[in-house]
Nanobody, 112 residues
């Protein structure tokens, strides 16, 4: 089921930053945990980060620890993924998932 919307992707040089946003038109995100995943070219989708419904439990993939920060603002019904220190290997389509729903993804391209 697809009814989340990601935005904020783009093309940046290595070392740059992007902030991805996930919104849920017509539904409430606050009841659910949220996760960010990515699918690099010619590879399977992989976990990036997750945050619990309360925001108290956060997990990151080892590859992004210390560079990416997941957060949520339930008042705005929005989730975020702040990505700093981007590397070419971060190039992928990024998806958010919550409550069994997914977005269509946003492309992130990092050039060296």
């Amino acid at each position: 089921q697809v009814n989340l919307v990601e935005s904020g992707g783009g093309s940046v040089q290595a070392g740059g930053s992007l902030r991805l946003t996930c919104t849920a038109p017509g539904r409430t995100l606050s009841s659910y945990g949220m996760g960010w995943y990515r699918q690099p070219p010619r590879r399977a989708r992989e976990f990036v980060a997750s945050i619990s419904s309360s925001g108290g439990a956060i997990t990151y993939a080892d590859s992004v620890k210390g560079r990416f920060t997941i957060s949520r603002d339930d008042a705005k019904n929005t989730g975020y993924l702040q990505m700093n220190g981007l590397k070419p290997e971060d190039t992928a389509i990024y998806y958010c998932g919550s409550g069994g729903s997914w977005g269509q993804g946003t492309q992130v391209t990092v050039s060296s």
